[in-house]
């Protein structure tokens, strides 16, 4: 619970820092660090328009989408601590819930009858079906070499000791970079300030929506983002020295879970 909480509380202004780092590199003002918190609260006020020509997928399909993601957030341990939902083989679970989100997501774009939505829908899962296997073949490796199969163990068991496991750790960090700019449509992938038919892969496929479907997105796409990272970190966690209070933190929480359980 705590990793939903944490990654839901980031993704109020991760995207407001990123959007901000690149306003000041490129010389421009631009948007405050809280502003992608701003639109949301005022879409949320806003109604949903729907087209004549889409059914109840397209309605739903925002909620899924929203709910597989927190589902997947679950997964995810925190620090020592392990996910709400953890089991052997958790991971394939995690990537099916997701798997499950941008299912609808597609097909609630085809549901619009738009051959614009269309394109970009086809174009999301054929980035997607890259995506995939590639994290597979990235937590399946490191499965075998730690010997379980759930993330919190995986992590908890992982340790870079020798030079070739170092190199492994930089491989898999590039390899979940590179799927977090697949999945969160970010350069060099996609452009999510483009307006150009033949670059637009996920904003082309929200055209339709609006109101609070179009907020439900946006939250949808911010936590992405944030978990993803939040991943990457797992791999190096015991060896950044500035995350170190963090064992302390767990370590005392853990202990107080113990001596009031026993009281």
Same mark, same amino acid.
Request: hydrophobic share 55%; proline share 3%; aromatic share 14%.
């Given at each position: 619970m705590l990793s939903l909480i944490l990654i839901f509380l980031a993704s109020l202004f991760f995207t407001g820092v990123i959007n901000r780092t690149k306003s000041i590199a490129s010389g421009r003002k631009g948007p405050g660090i809280f502003q992608g918190l701003k639109d949301i609260i005022r879409l949320c006020k806003k109604g949903s328009v729907f087209?004549? /020509? /889409?059914?109840?997928?397209?309605?739903? =399909?925002?909620?899924?989408?929203? =709910?597989?993601?927190? $589902? =997947?957030?679950?997964?995810?341990?925190?620090?020592?601590? !392990?996910?709400?939902?953890?089991?052997?083989? @958790?991971?394939?679970?995690?990537?099916? $819930?997701?798997?499950?989100? !941008?299912?609808?997501?597609?097909?609630?774009? #085809?549901? *619009?009858?738009?051959?614009?939505? %269309?394109?970009?829908?086809?174009?999301?899962?054929?980035?997607?079906?890259?995506?995939?296997?590639?994290?597979?073949?990235?937590?399946?490796?490191?499965? #075998?070499? /730690? %010997?379980? *199969?759930?993330?919190? @163990?995986?992590?908890?068991? #992982?340790h870079f000791s020798s030079s070739i496991s170092y190199i492994l750790g930089i491989l898999a960090t590039f390899v979940l970079i590179m799927i977090a700019m697949i999945e969160n449509?970010? $350069?060099?992938?996609? +452009?999510? !300030?483009?307006? #150009?038919?033949?670059? $637009?892969?996920?904003?082309?496929?929200?055209? +339709?929506?609006? %109101?609070?479907?179009? =907020?439900?997105?946006?939250?949808?796409?911010r936590s992405k983002i944030c978990y993803v990272w939040c991943l990457n970190c797992k791999f190096f966690y015991r060896y950044i020295p500035i995350l170190y209070f963090n064992s302390y933190f767990f370590w005392g929480t853990n202990n107080i879970r113990s001596y009031c359980r026993f009281t």
């Open positions: 087209s004549g /020509t /889409t059914s109840f997928i397209f309605q739903i =399909a925002p909620v899924i989408y929203l =709910a597989s993601v927190i $589902m =997947a957030i679950l997964v995810v341990p925190f620090g020592e601590l !392990k996910g709400m939902i953890s089991f052997d083989g @958790d991971f394939v679970f995690f990537v099916y $819930m997701l798997a499950l989100g !941008k299912f609808f997501n597609i097909i609630s774009a #085809l549901d *619009t009858g738009s051959s614009f939505q %269309g394109m970009g829908a086809s174009r999301e899962a054929l980035f997607s079906m890259f995506a995939e296997p590639a994290f597979f073949i990235l937590i399946g490796s490191f499965s #075998l070499l /730690t %010997g379980h *199969t759930s993330f919190h @163990d995986i992590f908890i068991s #992982l449509s970010r $350069m060099p992938i996609d +452009d999510p !300030k483009t307006h #150009l038919e033949l670059t $637009m892969i996920h904003e082309v496929m929200i055209l +339709d929506n609006s %109101g609070i479907d179009l =907020a439900i997105i946006f939250v949808h796409n």
